[in-house]
């Protein structure tokens, strides 16, 4: 039964925050696959990152939320809004770790390698049905 209600919290998150990114994407006037700028993508990633913050930020001083919740905001809500959330909050920790250099090894790796892998995939689409990389 436990399972089966952690399940259903990511889920429901899941939906919640997808529905969520939807309507930024909406209500920029972007489109989704037409761009119009990052603002969509850089709101939903700075206010889910926020609210990974307050999530982290409640646990770490005692407050207590039910497991089910926890996974409804962090992982289902917050994962479907935005990963970035949860890069704010590894990077976070290596920071509070006092580990710096680790810290900025992470997000320089995660910022770079994210953009590589999208122009060699966006390559690679566009090649394989043959309409050019543009």
Same mark, same amino acid.
């Given at each position: 039964? !436990?399972?089966? /209600?952690?399940?259903?919290?990511?889920?429901?998150?899941?939906?919640? $925050?997808?529905?969520?990114?939807?309507?930024? !994407?909406?209500?920029? #006037?972007? #489109?989704? @696959? %037409?761009?119009? %700028?990052?603002?969509?993508?850089?709101?939903?990633?700075?206010? %889910?990152? +926020?609210?990974? $913050?307050?999530?982290? $930020?409640?646990?770490? +001083?005692?407050?207590?939320?039910?497991?089910?919740?926890?996974?409804? /905001?962090? !992982? %289902?809500? &917050? #994962?479907?809004?935005?990963? @970035?959330?949860?890069? *704010?909050?590894?990077?976070?920790? &290596?920071?509070?770790?006092?580990?710096?250099?680790?810290?900025?090894?992470?997000?320089?790796?995660?910022?770079?390698?994210? &953009?590589?892998?999208?122009? +060699?995939?966006?390559?690679?689409?566009?090649? *394989?049905?043959?309409? #050019?990389?543009?």
């Amino acid at each position: 039964m !436990v399972i089966g /209600i952690t399940l259903i919290a990511v889920a429901a998150g899941g939906a919640c $925050g997808a529905l969520l990114r939807y309507g930024a !994407v909406l209500a920029t #006037g972007a #489109g989704i @696959f %037409g761009f119009a %700028g990052p603002m969509a993508t850089l709101t939903v990633n700075i206010c %889910g990152s +926020a609210m990974m $913050g307050l999530v982290a $930020g409640g646990l770490a +001083a005692g407050v207590v939320m039910p497991e089910p919740l926890r996974l409804f /905001i962090a !992982v %289902g809500f &917050l #994962g479907a809004l935005t990963t @970035f959330s949860t890069f *704010a909050l590894d990077a976070g920790a &290596l920071l509070q770790r006092q580990s710096s250099a680790a810290a900025l090894a992470y997000i320089a790796l995660s910022v770079v390698l994210s &953009l590589l892998a999208f122009a +060699a995939a966006h390559m690679l689409a566009s090649a *394989a049905l043959g309409r #050019g990389a543009s």
